[in-house]
């Protein structure tokens, strides 16, 4: 059965629009209204200016239509840590009464009630959320623009650009469940795989099939302030341009062997090209100017494991942590990497540290060229 006709003037739908913008604004709004949008809806996605996303918020789940306290009793978990776990999502959470909830909530809350059974403290499970809402906040930012790349040409009025947004939209996002949770699963496992090479390094097993290679990390400086201060797309942009930067200054027999976020990871069985390699891409964020934050790196030298094009042991895990305690436009060493390459590079003592996850200090070193200036 249709929808009695809304009077979009009459709720102020279309104050302050006039001529052919007045015009756009009424078959917009009457499409969303075709697509099955509330009023209420309407009137959320107008003061938020999203009114051309309303159509296409359909394809992602089912309506609102539920309370708090009705996903509460749903799901059997208490309303305060529902609260709490959306906060720390880095979600709004509604007034109370407020039915701003769906089934989808109702299933999200009953995962934290089985976490919780199998043993999960509260505040362990409000970290894990807090960085995997960060994490996912940046992608949903950037996948709602992908659809609108697609589809957006000059001249397009706002019913055009929602119509076509939201069959892009109907296309495009079914395949992304499948997509993160494979990478989801493919990360984890890796993650898994480091763990366990390093707790045999940790109880003096050796590693079968461990190799020496020199590792090193370099990460964009304040890419996490940055974060809170520019669309996800351009921090995006920057993280594509240290890879291209990165696969520019790889030459054989170094190698780019992945990027992380905010970082890039090199790998060289020899250690002198990937000193240089790191010590070049650092110089190059620095010409980059000022639109491209610094780079500050951290390298390392000894026995790790092959796997599946990456590597896993102590090498990987101590340059992972002088990455993050070096200075912007820096290359930080280990005694071992120094040692190996002997005066082929300047060599500043940088104090010794106690890096997280390593039980010993690490004696570290400043790496410069030969004809690099600076004490």
Known sequence: ????????????????????????????LRHLQDEGVTLEEIRRLSDAGTLIFGAADRVLGDREHLTAEEVSRMSGVELGILTAARRAMGLPVPD???????????????????????GLADEDLLDLLRVLGRGLASAAESLRALPMKLILRPGMSERQIAGEYGRAVGQLYPLLDPLISNLLTLHLRQAAESEVISEMERVGGSLPGAREIAVCFADLVGFTRIGEEVPAV???????????????????????V????????????????????????????????EDFPQLRSGAALGLALPRAGDWFGRPVNIASRITSVARPGSLLAEAGLRDAVGESFRWSFAGERRLRGIREPVALFRVRGLGEAGA
Request: negative net charge; charged residues 25%; without cysteine.
């Open 1 to 28: 059965m249709a929808q009695p006709s809304i009077d979009f003037a009459g709720e102020g739908l279309l104050d302050g629009l006039q001529g052919s913008a007045r015009a756009e604004r009424l078959a917009l």
């Open 96 to 118: 109370p009464g407020e039915p701003a909830y769906t089934h989808a909530d109702v299933e999200s809350a009953r995962m934290i009630g089985v976490a919780r059974e199998a």
């Open 234 to 256: 351009e921090l995006g942009r920057l993280a594509a341009r240290l890879e291209v930067m990165a696969g520019d200054f790889a030459e054989r027999p170094v190698r780019l």
């Open 258 to 289: 992945k990027t992380i976020g905010d970082a890039v990871m090199l790998s060289s069985p020899e250690p002198r090209p990937l000193i240089d390699s790191a010590l070049a891409l650092v110089a190059a964020a620095d010409r980059e100017g």
